[in-house]
């Protein structure tokens, strides 16, 4: 059942992990086999420190987030997002913990809009994430 969203209303955070295993998943899912995205090698030639998770994923999981907290995908009109920082993914059993945060920032009858905060390790890895949603009846 969901609800209806109130201004300055806030949810989380949210901790989501994420672990090369889920990199490795979500690449066959999407296709996108760049190996930035589980090669420490391949991502140290391309100028980064480790394997970093696909940005697309860190939009989804954020998304995945607001899903919960709203009461389902049929409720999201748009969402959108700016890449700002990786997320840098070690080669352990716990990876990296992203965390997401949202705030009410708008809301009429009829929808609501949401201002996310997502980071991982205290910085900010998506910027000025927005979601908008219709009000639960």
Known sequence: MSVQ???????G???????????????????DFNPI??????ARE???DGVIAHGMWTM????????????GPERVVSQRA??????????TKEGAAVEVAATVCKA???????ALDVRCDGQSVLGRVEVVVRQGE
Do not use: C, K
């Not at 969203?5 to 949810?11: G, R, S, V």
């Not at 295993?21 to 999407?30: E, H, P």
């Open 5 to 11: 969203l109130a201004e300055d209303q806030t949810f």
């Open 13 to 31: 955070p949210r901790t989501i992990n994420v672990t090369r295993s889920t990199l490795v998943r979500y690449a066959g899912a999407s296709g």
């Open 37 to 42: 995205h589980y090669s420490d090698r391949a």
């Open 46 to 48: 391309a100028g980064m």
């Open 60 to 71: 989804g999981a954020a998304l995945g987030a607001v899903i919960d907290w709203v009461g």
């Open 82 to 91: 700016r890449f700002t920082r990786p997320v840098q993914v070690p080669d």
């Open 108 to 114: 009429s009858d009829e929808m609501a809009t949401l």
